[in-house]
T-cell receptor
């Protein structure tokens, strides 16, 4: 069975600071990888995804993530955060092929200070 | 274009009771997954339905059961409620398993 680790539980940044949120997964086969975001008072929504191909994927609102297969990592980055990025971020993994369940990490709460 | 809708938004039950939560998937989606999200945790996969059958199941007891209807909507049933079942229950839909999911706002279930 797969598992996901998000090591940063709570991150506080000032506006314009750079962001990197760590995500590591454990699974022996090929995977699909996702980052979801939950803004205050809103439902979970997809930020970006990796299925195959270029390991550097770009998502909405200037976010990007890099899949490093050798490190089983899929870290989320943004060069310059804004106050509106304050949210909870979840990394998720799903094995490829067939009917597969999605496993979520415990989430990282990001607080951006104006 | 309607997103995923869940009902009710909030429910209070007592131990031992049974509850049914409902979900309508995003238009065009045929796969529905249910998650339990406890406070401070990420969503935990309960099960996934496609073509009215349970296709995948997480580590949840048989007290948790579900159903998918021909119009792709779904229900989550929980029997013999325990205090530990208090959580936010999320429904997510997708176009096929493994594809990006669209989430509803969830049903907050409180067990007294």
């Amino acid at each position: 069975a797969q598992s996901v680790s998000q090591h940063n539980h709570h991150v506080i940044l000032s506006e314009a600071a750079s962001l990197e949120l760590g995500c590591n997964y454990s699974y022996g086969g090929t995977v699909n990888l996702f980052w979801y975001v939950q803004y205050p008072g809103q439902h979970l929504q997809l930020l970006l995804k990796y299925f195959s191909g270029d390991p550097l994927v770009k998502g909405i609102k200037g976010f990007e993530a890099e899949f490093i297969k050798s490190k089983f990592s899929f870290n989320l980055r943004k060069p310059s955060v804004q106050w509106s990025d304050t949210a909870e971020y979840f990394c998720a993994v799903s094995p490829t092929g067939g009917y597969q369940k999605v496993t979520f990490g415990t989430g990282t709460k990001l607080q951006v200070i104006p | 274009d309607a997103g995923v809708t869940q009902s009710p938004t909030h429910l209070i039950k007592t131990r031992g009771q049974q509850v049914t939560l409902r979900c309508s998937p995003k238009s065009g989606h045929d796969t529905v997954s249910w998650y339990q999200q406890a406070l401070g945790q990420g969503p935990q996969f309960i099960f996934q339905y496609y073509e009215e059958e349970e296709r995948q199941r997480g580590n949840f007891p048989d007290r948790f059961s579900g159903h998918q209807f021909p119009n792709y909507s779904s229900e989550l049933n929980v029997n013999a409620l325990l205090l530990g079942d208090s959580a936010l229950y999320l429904c997510a839909s997708s176009l096929a398993s493994g594809q990006p999911q669209h989430f509803g706002d969830g049903t907050r279930l409180s067990i007294l």
